[in-house]
T-cell receptor
Framework: DQQVKQNSPSLSVQEGRISILNCDYTNSMFDYFLWYKKYPAEGPTFLISISSIKDKNEDGRFTVFLNKSAKHLSLHIVPSQPGDSAVYFCVSGGSNYKLTFGKGTLLTVNP | ETGVTQTPRHLVMGMTNKKSLKCEQHLGHNAMYWYKQSAKKPLELMFVYSLEERVENNSVPSRFSPECPNSSHLFLHLHTLQPEDSALYLC?????????????FGPGTRLTVT
């Protein structure tokens, strides 16, 4: 059973608009969440993270929101750029090394 | 070279072959990982090493044999694989094993077993 779910396999947005990628998790023991981005033929690269003691973390155009009661997090990209087109993985972790990955959402930003 | 490198990038092997995947990290990290990504599945953790000692074997079949000769290098030795082992194999490293550290990934080796 998947502990980290990204229910949208793909998302398409126009350049300059907001991209919102969603993620749900089931394990309430998760206390650290990350988003990774993956381009074709490359490994995943770390994008942004959030600890469970926070409900928001912002880094430039990227903001991650965490709703612990709903076990939901989202990644907002504003404004979206064509170079943001990639697969985005929602990842959960804790105090140990075990990261649990979602299946990913393919974001396409159209010029 | 910087970051995490993996060789070869692509590998085609028969079921009776023996081959090895290599990973090298230039980040001074102490923990290294092997992951498998099959089509339409999430990344699966296979093995974890901390300071060259294996700390995790995530129920991986013995036809996959890892080796970590030092904290910068990690190998995955492959022997008598099955077609269902065809996947993208990713290596990663992190500064330490525990704690909320992100892992840094290599580009992966695309393995095809024929």
């Amino acid at each position: 059973d998947q502990q980290v779910k990204q229910n949208s396999p793909s998302l398409s947005v126009q350049e300059g608009r907001i991209s919102i990628l969603n993620c749900d998790y089931t394990n309430s023991m998760f206390d650290y969440f990350l988003w990774y981005k993956k381009y074709p033929a490359e490994g995943p690269t770390f994008l942004i993270s959030i600890s469970s003691i926070k409900d928001k973390n912002e880094d430039g155009r990227f903001t991650v929101f965490l709703n612990k009661s709903a076990k939901h997090l989202s990644l907002h990209i504003v404004p979206s750029q064509p170079g943001d087109s990639a697969v985005y993985f929602c990842v959960s972790g804790g105090s140990n090394y075990k990261l649990t990955f979602g299946k990913g959402t393919l974001l396409t930003v159209n010029p | 070279e910087t970051g995490v490198t993996q060789t070869p990038r692509h590998l085609v092997m028969g079921m009776t072959n023996k081959k090895s995947l290599k990973c090298e990290q230039h980040l001074g990290h102490n923990a290294m990982y092997w992951y498998k990504q099959s089509a339409k599945k999430p990344l699966e953790l296979m093995f974890v090493y901390s300071l060259e000692e294996r700390v995790e074997n995530n129920s991986v079949p013995s036809r996959f044999s890892p080796e970590c000769p030092n904290s910068s290098h990690l190998f995955l030795h492959l022997h008598t694989l099955q077609p269902e082992d065809s996947a993208l194999y990713l290596c990663a490293s992190s500064p330490l094993l525990t704690g909320a550290y992100e892992q840094y990934f290599g580009p992966g080796t695309r393995l095809t077993v024929t």
